[in-house]
């Protein structure tokens, strides 16, 4: 059955917790009530009173039909089943319904977790439900009922959550009802072996809490996590338990005195606020004990401010910045830039005359109830507004990027064990940011994710033939780690035979990414493990010295199969500089070296300010008819397969011949290439090079320029 354990084990709430308003439900009373069987047809059982009390409270005019009979068809189900404790087994639906109660679910999901385990554990069927109570309980009924171990063995309890996903990403509330269902599950552990609370505390941990979490409901969370800091860190729990109850024991309260200024000073802004002591919960102590050491006061809480309007949280910032002192590196705007899990807030610190600092919490009742109960605050989010008539569609205002991306990469893991330790891994990734497209789209990436993840995010299996990309309009290499905010251009190449390399692994950071790269490498386990790197094995040679010219019978007028140029020493040898290969219409110059011979240069080159400082002359050159010439290029382009060929096509159909060629190893994905290169004519120059830079993944070209030579 799903709820097996029973006794309860919980850390339960040390006087003034934050949990106080959360009632515990007295399993011996329900029990009794549901004993009795179902009441007349018009009247509500009493076993659900409580239920209907919290649900009332936040929906007034609710119809309560469906509750009552979802509770019959429940309680006459499961007549006869007792949970490990002695209870009947309707407590524990009865007690999953009443958390979300609470928390201000809307009635169909409280009539779908009535009946979230007579599916799976008695003879009601998923039609029956469909035929009682409509399509969407018939769904979220189906979307927590567990796989059976028969069939899927060891695959179960992953399968399970995989589908539990698939189904949460059409309906947010089938994860609501299965963390409500965790949450009094952990409550009542305490009966079951110490191995098997360890297993399931385990799983609460990486997979429940995270999740609950990322959809902020933050009340199951904090709950949750206390329970499994109780099983899994029994001492550090015990001894955080010892200082919370030291601290609620002494006489006097900095966090009161603090609440008291803050309520004076916003009674003289005649602001209407509602400034309230929130302490911290078990796992928040515990954290805040090994970041400041020695604790004080004011850190076993926070304080708490409520306000009508947006405007007045603003207001009410500026009056506690104004009138107190503020601790600046605290400040947090939430409001104008929520968190990915819909929490709003405005986070500050204030010093206190005594040296204690106080955390603020600024926010309205609306935000409070969204960061209490995050998507189960929302109702039901697929209810058609009013003056937008349904038409069918199943359309989910509150599914977050992360969800997408989960169920995007959960297609392509190829095992119950690679999907499994692959959610937990992405899970563990607690943050978000956001990037930009340079169309004003936007991606969310999980922080830390780099250029790789954008790609395959955006692209997905397409982006194998990705082979750079910009940030923020500057060229980066594909392992460029991403922040919040950036503009991201991702550079694709044009080769449908592009593949991704063993290096991107260590660069990506998403499952999507991940999934991708290693199930095409498996695929295809002859490639080679950086592609590309087959094409830079190819012959390197060093290029030769630079041309000489000879002189002839004409004077200064020099003739080459180069290019004709004209010096003003007449009989010199001429050398065209290797460091810049000066081609027409450079504007050359030249110097005169030993044995005769005059070395031409480019003006710009970094050779002629040095020769110019060693006092050496100039002599003057010009060109003359503009023939043959020979230059030298560099090139440089990110690691994709065939890039050489198709450079040296380009450069072929230019009429360059290559002269000699150095391919430098790849860094980073990157590759340098060095080309010189003689042309049949100086002028076809500008062309070649645009030639060169419109192949894919060649991404600069220019002259080389060697300082060396």
């Known amino acids: 059955m799903s709820a097996e354990a029973t006794n309860p084990a919980t850390p339960g709430p040390v006087a003034g917790s934050a949990a106080r308003w959360r009632a515990r439900i007295d399993l011996r009373r329900l029990g009794r009530a549901a004993l009795l069987g179902p009441t007349a047809r018009d009247r509500l059982p009493s076993a659900i009173s409580h239920v209907v009390d919290a649900h009332r409270a936040h929906y007034p005019g609710a119809d309560l039909e469906p509750l009552r009979r979802a509770y019959v068809l429940a309680e006459s189900s499961h007549r006869g089943q007792m949970r490990k404790s002695g209870e009947p087994y309707i407590t524990h639906p009865l007690a999953v319904t009443l958390i979300l109660a609470e928390l201000g679910a809307e009635t169909t999901t409280l009539t779908a977790s009535l009946l979230h385990d007579t599916v799976e554990d008695t003879d009601v069927t998923l039609d029956q439900v469909g035929e009682q109570f409509g399509a969407d309980v018939r769904y979220l009924v189906d979307g927590v009922t567990k796989l059976e171990k028969v069939d899927y063995g060891a695959a179960a309890e992953p399968e399970t959550f995989r589908k539990m996903l698939v189904a949460t990403g059409n309906d947010v509330r089938v994860m609501s009802i299965k963390l409500a269902d965790r949450l009094h599950n952990m409550r009542t552990l305490g009966v079951m072996r110490p191995e098997k609370q360890a297993r399931i505390a385990k799983v609460t941990r990486d997979v429940l809490i995270p999740l609950a979490e990322r959809l902020g409901v933050q009340a199951l969370k904090t709950e949750l996590e206390d329970l499994v800091f109780a099983i899994l860190h029994p001492e550090e729990y015990e001894h955080t338990r010892e200082l919370i109850v030291d601290n609620a024991s002494r006489a006097d309260d900095p966090l009161a005195e603090i609440a008291d200024e803050v309520r004076g000073h916003l009674r003289e802004a005649d602001i209407a606020a509602e400034v309230l002591i929130r302490p911290r919960h078990f796992v928040s102590v515990h954290r805040v004990a090994r970041k400041r050491g020695q604790l004080r006061g004011a850190d076993f809480g926070r304080l708490l401010v409520l306000v009508n309007e947006d405007a007045d949280c603003y207001g009410v910032l500026g009056e506690l910045h104004t009138c107190m002192t503020p601790v600046v590196s605290e400040f947090k705007d939430f409001i104008a830039v929520p968190k990915f899990n819909l929490y709003q807030s405005l986070h500050t610190a204030v010093a206190h005359s005594d040296g204690q600092v106080a955390e603020v919490l600024i926010r309205t009742h609306q935000m409070h109830k969204v960061a209490e109960a995050g998507v189960i605050a929302l109702g039901n989010p697929y209810a058609p507004?009013?003056?937008?008539?349904?038409?069918?569609?199943?359309?989910?205002?509150?599914?977050?990027?992360?969800?997408?991306?989960?169920?995007?990469?959960?297609?392509?893991?190829?095992?119950?064990?690679?999907?499994?330790?692959?959610?937990?891994?992405?899970?563990?990734?607690?943050?978000?940011?956001?990037?930009?497209?340079?169309?004003?789209?936007?991606?969310?990436?999980?922080?830390?994710?780099?250029?790789?993840?954008?790609?395959?995010?955006?692209?997905?299996?397409?982006?194998?033939?990705?082979?750079?990309?910009?940030?923020?309009?500057?060229?980066?290499?594909?392992?460029?780690?991403?922040?919040?905010?950036?503009?991201?251009?991702?550079?694709?190449?044009?080769?449908?035979?592009?593949?991704?390399?063993?290096?991107?692994?260590?660069?990506?950071?998403?499952?999507a990414a991940r999934i991708a790269i290693q199930r095409w490498l498996a695929a295809h386990p002859a490639a080679d493990d950086a592609p590309g790197q087959q094409d830079h094995a190819r012959e390197q040679q060093e290029e030769p010295p630079a041309a000489t010219l000879r002189p002839t019978t004409e004077g200064s007028v020099l003739r080459s199969t180069t290019a004709d140029i004209i010096v003003e020493q007449p009989g010199a040898t001429v050398r065209l500089a290797g460091c810049c290969t000066p081609v027409p219409p450079d504007e050359a110059t030249g110097f005169a070296v030993r044995g005769g011979v005059v070395t031409v240069h480019r003006v710009e080159c970094a050779a002629v300010e040095r020769m110019k400082s060693a006092g050496r002359a100039e002599v003057g050159v010009r060109w003359g008819d503009t023939t043959e010439c020979r230059v030298t290029l560099l090139a440089e382009s990110f690691v994709r397969p065939h890039l050489l060929a198709d450079l040296t096509e380009a450069m072929a159909l230019e009429g360059a011949e290559i002269v000699s060629a150095t391919v430098e190893p790849p860094t980073q994905q990157r590759v340098r290439h060095t080309y010189t290169l003689q042309l049949p004519d100086a002028a076809h120059l500008p062309a070649l090079m645009r030639a060169m830079r419109n192949v894919a993944g060649v991404y600069d070209v220019s002259r080389a320029h060697t300082p060396g030579a």
């Open 385 to 511: 507004a009013p003056d937008d008539p349904a038409d069918g569609e199943r359309i989910d205002p509150t599914r977050p990027g992360w969800l997408s991306r989960l169920l995007d990469w959960q297609e392509g893991a190829p095992d119950p064990d690679t999907f499994w330790s692959t959610l937990r891994e992405d899970l563990a990734q607690d943050r978000e940011i956001t990037v930009f497209r340079p169309d004003g789209g936007t991606l969310g990436l999980p922080e830390g994710a780099s250029c790789v993840d954008a790609a395959y995010a955006q692209y997905g299996e397409d982006a194998h033939a990705c082979i750079g990309a910009r940030v923020n309009g500057r060229l980066a290499t594909l392992s460029t780690v991403l922040r919040d905010g950036d503009t991201v251009q991702l550079l694709m190449g044009q080769d449908p035979a592009s593949e991704p390399s063993r290096e991107w692994l260590e660069h990506a950071h998403t499952p």
